[in-house]
């Protein structure tokens, strides 16, 4: 999957998979954050707030740096520190627990498929070449543009046997324009492969086979031309 996602990126095509913020952060080799959490597990982020920004004296009584994870159907108990079965989480010491506890959920609880992952995205795509990148740019990089410009479609449209104030052209555009972000996606994927934008807009935008391809309204009579 990390190979796939590399080739997309090189190649410039989108692919539409929507990660976690924490998980575009690992990428790029960026600290995670308690609120990384809230998009990962918003109960656990809740918990953790609530134990940073209050006294927990008399709250969480007697509970060790401990973690239960899911194991084969079981439940196995895992130390978030060393020695942490036999560290009492105090109101002194909560924010290691806390950050220890998100870090866990985030990627030590999955790291293994998060490392293999990362493995083969930077087999693809050097570590050295995105380690300046913000998760929010790669996530572009990765993606696409999941929020379809209308404005900028319109700009990088080509009209073959039609001409741009026609009421047919002016119906599409209407109707474009009114529809919801999917069902935009829905009619760029039926007319083009993609659902996605590039990050350079309607003017990088591929087609099914990996080519720039601007985008065409065709006036038909007859039969629609494939190329």
């Given at each position: 999957a990390g190979r796939l996602c590399g080739l997309g990126m090189y190649w410039e095509i989108p692919v539409p998979v929507h990660f976690t913020r924490s998980m575009y952060k690992l990428i790029?080799?960026?600290?995670?954050?308690?609120?990384?959490?809230?998009?990962?597990?918003?109960?656990?982020?809740?918990?953790?707030?609530?134990?940073?920004?209050?006294?927990?004296?008399?709250?969480?009584?007697?509970?060790?740096?401990?973690?239960?994870?899911?194991?084969?159907?079981?439940?196995?108990?895992?130390?978030?520190?060393?020695?942490?079965?036999?560290?009492?989480?105090?109101?002194?010491?909560?924010?290691?627990?806390?950050?220890?506890?998100?870090?866990?959920?985030?990627?030590?609880?999955?790291?293994?498929?998060?490392?293999?992952?990362?493995?083969?995205?930077?087999?693809?795509?050097?570590?050295?070449?995105?380690?300046?990148?913000?998760?929010?740019?790669?996530?572009?990089?990765?993606?696409?543009?999941?929020?379809?410009?209308?404005?900028?479609?319109?700009?990088?449209?080509?009209?073959?046997?039609?001409?741009?104030?026609?009421?047919?052209?002016?119906?599409?555009?209407?109707?474009?324009?009114?529809?919801?972000?999917?069902?935009?996606?829905?009619?760029?994927?039926?007319?083009?492969?993609?659902?996605?934008?590039?990050?350079?807009?309607?003017?990088?935008?591929?087609?099914?086979?990996?080519?720039?391809?601007?985008?065409?309204?065709?006036?038909?009579?007859?039969?629609?031309?494939?190329?």
């Open positions: 790029v080799g960026d600290h995670l954050t308690l609120a990384d959490l809230e998009a990962v597990d918003l109960t656990l982020f809740n918990s953790l707030k609530y134990m940073m920004e209050n006294d927990i004296t008399d709250v969480f009584i007697d509970m060790p740096f401990t973690v239960e994870r899911e194991f084969f159907g079981g439940a196995q108990t895992v130390e978030l520190i060393p020695g942490g079965s036999d560290i009492i989480v105090t109101n002194e010491n909560k924010m290691i627990y806390v950050n220890a506890s998100a870090i866990d959920r985030m990627y030590m609880s999955v790291k293994e498929q998060i490392d293999a992952f990362i493995e083969g995205f930077v087999d693809i795509i050097p570590r050295d070449l995105i380690q300046f990148f913000t998760a929010q740019e790669i996530e572009l990089l990765m993606c696409g543009v999941q929020e379809i410009d209308v404005d900028d479609w319109q700009r990088n449209t080509y009209y073959r046997l039609l001409n741009r104030d026609d009421t047919l052209v002016r119906w599409f555009w209407d109707i474009v324009r009114e529809s919801s972000n999917e069902i935009r996606s829905k009619i760029l994927q039926f007319s083009t492969g993609t659902a996605v934008v590039p990050v350079g807009g309607f003017a990088m935008l591929q087609g099914s086979s990996g080519n720039v391809r601007i985008f065409e309204l065709y006036g038909a009579s007859g039969n629609i031309p494939r190329d």
